[in-house]
Every structure is written in structure tokens, then in C-alpha cells.
């Protein structure tokens, strides 16, 4: 069965943290989609960075 799971943190180490103990899980990953966006929000910079994992379950 093929899944997707969707991580979004405001620091890259986060992101990088969590999608680590993702893929060390028994999945098959058969694609990643990384992408790194950024706002204002009241006079501060925001930053987002988001990864979009499809897998399949074992």
C-alpha cells in the first residue's frame, strides 16, 4: 500500500531530525519533495521547511 506523510517545521535541523527516524522505520521510500518557503509576519521573517515523503508499508 503506498502512502504519503508530510513534515513541516520552522527549522531545517527539525525537519532533518524527523524525517531521519521516518525513514529508519521498515518503509520503503520511493520519493521525497523538499521545499523551503518564507513570509513576513508582522515585521518578522518566517521560514518553513517542508518535505513531502511517499512511501510504501512493508
Not at 502512502?3 to 531530525?17: G, Q
Not at 520519493?31 to 508499508?57: C, G, P, R, W
Amino acid at each position: 500500500m503506498i502512502k504519503v506523510k508530510i513534515f513541516d517545521f520552522e527549522h531545517e535541523k527539525d525537519l532533518e531530525n524527523e524525517l531521519n527516524l521516518f525513514i529508519n522505520d521498515k518503509k520503503t521510500i520511493l520519493d521525497i519533495k523538499y521545499q523551503t518557503s518564507h513570509f513576513y509576519a508582522q515585521n518578522e521573517q518566517i521560514f518553513s521547511f517542508s518535505a513531502l515523503v511517499i512511501y510504501e508499508m512493508e
